[in-house]
Nanobody, 129 residues
Framework: QVHLTESGGGLVQAGGSLSISCEASSGGTFSSNVMGWFRQPPGKEREFVAALRRSDLSTYYSDSVKGRFTISRDRTQNTVSQLHMNSLQPEDSAIYYC????????????????????WGQGTQVTVSS
């Protein structure tokens, strides 16, 4: 079983930047073919933010973060994914969750939570106005 742990969340002013990371721990080897980030604002449903397909390094973003957020892959020290967030706005405030799957979902499906098999517990990102 792979356990994912997010880190790096916190409070930032509007217009600022923040990077959050996702680390994986496992009793053995694991495959993370697609890594994703989702977020859940207060009182709202969880929504797709970004994903990266390891096989060809294709990246996918929601329209609301495209051009401001960047997802990257980092295998050093068990970190599997990072989300670099620029030009943050109060509406970006949410709990951010990392996710991964060893499968190879099509691009439309990897934007949905059901495509992922492993999830972290989330990290809070708060953007003040």
């Amino acid at each position: 079983q792979v356990h994912l742990t997010e880190s790096g969340g916190g409070l930032v002013q509007a217009g600022g930047s923040l990077s959050i990371s996702c680390e994986a721990s496992s009793g053995g080897t694991f495959s993370s073919n697609v890594m994703g980030w989702f977020r859940q604002p207060p009182g709202k449903e969880r929504e797709f933010v970004a994903a990266l397909r390891r096989s060809d390094l294709s990246t996918y973003y929601s329209d609301s973060v495209k051009g401001r957020f960047t997802i990257s892959r980092d295998r050093t020290q068990n970190t599997v994914s990072q989300l670099h967030m620029n030009s943050l706005q109060p509406e970006d405030s949410a709990i951010y969750y990392c996710a991964m799957t060893p499968r190879n979902p099509i691009s439309s499906y990897l934007r949905t939570a059901g495509a992922y098999t492993n999830w972290g517990q989330g990290t809070q990102v708060t953007v003040s106005s």
